[in-house]
């Protein structure tokens, strides 16, 4: 699973989207890197104890450092060929990819948690590991 991959995704929706304005569909790629080291300090707020180091670029969410295009996360397998990557939000909310792996081919669901429990899919994406 770890490499790195190119990323497509299919927002259904925008953090600052305005009530009452229809959302949009919109389509952005990005990269993705999952390294198969676990990471030296695990992030709290992921439920799971096995956590590995992961740097994603979704813009309009991540915020890298100065000097870096890409935003820290940690990414954890689940049962079956599947795994989480989870990341915080420029907005503070955490925001996960769910997915499956199918050959070179991640794909599944953008999700976006708030502080408060709340919880919505953004949309779709679709990962292509790189040679």
Same mark, same amino acid.
């Given at each position: 699973?770890?490499?790195?991959?190119?990323?497509?995704? $299919?927002?259904?929706? +925008?953090?600052?989207?305005?009530?009452?304005?229809?959302?949009? =569909?919109?389509?952005? =790629?990005? $990269?993705?890197?999952?390294?198969?080291?676990?990471?030296?300090?695990?992030?709290?707020?992921?439920?799971?104890?096995?956590?590995?180091? =992961?740097?994603?670029?979704?813009?309009?969410?991540?915020? =890298?450092?100065?000097?870096?295009?890409?935003? +820290?996360?940690?990414?954890?397998?689940?049962?079956?060929?599947?795994?989480?990557?989870?990341?915080?939000?420029?907005?503070?909310?955490?925001?996960?990819?769910?997915?499956?792996?199918?050959?070179?081919?991640?794909?599944?669901?953008?999700?976006?948690?708030?502080? +408060?429990?709340?919880?919505?899919?953004?949309?779709?994406?679709?990962?292509?590991?790189?040679?």
């Amino acid at each position: 699973m770890s490499g790195h991959y190119v990323v497509r995704y $299919q927002l259904e929706q +925008s953090p600052g989207r305005q009530r009452g304005r229809r959302a949009t =569909a919109r389509t952005t =790629a990005s $990269q993705l890197r999952l390294d198969d080291q676990p990471v030296a300090v695990p992030d709290p707020n992921v439920v799971s104890s096995v956590q590995f180091g =992961a740097l994603i670029q979704l813009p309009g969410y991540t915020r =890298a450092p100065r000097g870096r295009t890409a935003q +820290s996360a940690v990414w954890f397998p689940v049962p079956g060929d599947s795994i989480v990557v989870q990341f915080t939000s420029a907005q503070g909310a955490q925001v996960q990819l769910r997915g499956a792996l199918r050959g070179r081919t991640l794909s599944g669901d953008v999700w976006y948690l708030s502080d +408060s429990g709340a919880g919505f899919q953004l949309g779709t994406f679709n990962a292509t590991r790189s040679r």
